[in-house]
């Protein structure tokens, strides 16, 4: 039993039927329930007669309940708003009064909620939406990216034939569905007619329990922000005995540093590890590459992100002296726009080349025709005049081998960068003095950070990125 967004059906393949399709936090599900439980709950949505294109808001966690409303309403053409519990019901509420969504369907509870007020709206579209996820934007209000159709297949057709995948990957996934990492592991299994094994939030805090997981459902496909890996390797000694199947390691959110993957190699030496790159905006990602020993070797101080996928182009604008530049997406991939936003549209989106096109506020570099990313548009900084990027901090203090994860903050007084602060997690014995006169050998006097602070782990916000603003809370209350 497979799934098909061509043909927004399912596809029938008898000797899939029995094969496990979703482990949830709940129960198990072979492609053959799967399927049933889809057509019972359409069935369900069917009797509210909502118009094609209207948005339905779907808020749970892990449950199968939440994919199995994801693909009713693929299935029956109304964009799906996926919306987890780690977020407050402010959020929720808020979601919803944006989309004016008639329909709330709670897989915690196994309730629709039904408006008859907003019944109304709707946004249908040649090149329908499938799922508009909001995402945190600069003002402090969610902004809905809306991802169609032909963006779903342009991504599916570079994940089927890029990534090394098949239907006997076990994908072990680790993000919220209001993450859109989790487009790896939901496009993965249901276009390859292949098995999604889901983790609630006390499974991924609990690691021992993560572990015995993946070992239950023999795992071979491992997608994550690299922080949450690093979380892990740090608190948990990997053996490949126990985790045999584990093979593919697929990474995507944030800079992968090379002392994660080494760590991974050194207990996985016949897995591939696969970086990539993209904004929520350009439907997950746009580059990969798989970090060999030979890559691994050559870019140890700044992993390549990738090489572009073959349907889509990325342009570098604005470049400086460093042949750096702001990393601009151009393809079917990229989003139609954010949800009833024109303003910000007008300052990020635009055609190119007859295709969307997408600015991404990130800045980056190419070598050997491979994307290497710089940093975010808020980690370019200015200190007492001087241009200073926070990413190269990082990656000089990560050479210190006593040092497993380091991140750089500018802390500021008003609209000014007062100082430069570095987080590290490491030995706790070491100098910090030492360690900021390692520093000074490679980075100029004005880049050394006033002060380092080594901790025992960093917090993560709930898409398992670390908390910056949680950082620089802890250091102003030291």
């Known amino acids: 039993m497979r799934f098909d967004f061509k043909l927004l059906d399912f596809v029938e393949c008898e000797k899939d039927f029995d094969k496990l399709a979703v482990c949830g936090s709940n129960k198990d599900l072979t492609w053959r329930e799967l399927k049933n439980e889809v057509d019972i709950f359409k069935k369900k949505l069917q009797n509210y007669n909502l118009p094609k294109g209207h948005p339905v808001v779907i808020y749970g966690h892990k ?50 909620t039904f408006n008859e007020n907003n019944l109304s709206t709707t946004y249908l579209l040649d090149d329908p939406i499938i799922y508009i996820i909001f995402t945190s934007g600069s003002t402090g209000e969610p902004k809905g990216v809306q991802i169609t159709q032909n963006s779903i297949l342009d991504f599916q057709k570079w994940l089927n034939s890029d990534f090394g995948l098949s239907k006997d990957s076990v994908f072990m996934n680790q993000a919220p569905f209001s993450f859109d990492l989790s487009v790896y592991e939901l496009v993965g299994f249901l276009s390859l007619g292949a098995t999604i094994v889901l983790n609630s939030k006390d499974i991924i805090e609990n690691h021992l329990l993560y572990f015995e997981r993946l070992k239950k459902y023999s795992c071979n496909t491992w997608v994550s922000t690299p922080s949450f890996i690093s979380k892990l ?20 959110g944030e800079v992968l540093p090379s002392n994660s993957v080494k760590r991974i190699k050194n207990s996985f030496p016949s897995s591939i590890v696969l970086n990539s790159y993209g904004p929520t905006e350009a439907t997950v990602a746009t580059t990969l590459i ?11 101080k700044n992993l390549p992100v990738g090489y572009v996928k073959e349907s889509s182009k990325i342009n570098l604008l604005d470049i400086d002296e460093q042949n750096i530049g702001e990393i601009e997406i151009v393809g079917d991939n990229v989003s139609i726009g954010y949800f009833k936003n024109e303003e910000l549209n007008k300052q990020k989106f635009e055609k190119k080349y007859e295709k969307r096109s997408f600015r991404t506020g990130d800045f980056g570099y190419f070598e050997d025709n491979l994307l290497f990313f710089a940093n975010r548009k808020d980690e370019l900084i200015k200190l007492h005049g001087f241009r200073i990027e926070l990413g190269e901090i990082d990656k000089e203090i990560m050479s210190d081998k006593n040092i497993s994860e380091a991140i750089t903050i500018a802390l500021k007084r008003g609209n000014e960068v007062a100082k430069i602060i570095s987080f590290i997690v490491g030995l706790k014995s070491l100098d910090i003095e030492f360690l900021k006169e390692n520093i000074s050998k490679n980075l100029p006097y004005y880049m050394v950070p006033a002060d380092i602070v080594i901790l025992d782990k960093f917090p993560y916000n709930s898409n398992h990125k670390i908390d910056k603003n949680e950082l620089i809370n802890f250091y102003k209350n030291m």
């Open 290 to 300: 798989e970090i060999t020993s030979d890559i691994l070797e050559k870019y140890s």
């Open 63 to 112: 449950e199968v309940e939440f994919i199995v409303s994801i693909l009713s309403c693929i299935n029956l053409g109304f964009p799906y708003i996926p919306i987890d519990t780690i977020y407050p019901k402010d959020r929720l509420d808020k979601i919803v009064n944006i989309v004016k969504s008639s329909i709330t369907i709670n897989t915690i509870d196994k309730q629709i």
């Open 233 to 252: 390797l740090l608190s948990f000694e990997f053996v490949e005995d126990n985790l045999k199947d584990l093979r593919t390691f697929l990474f995507c």
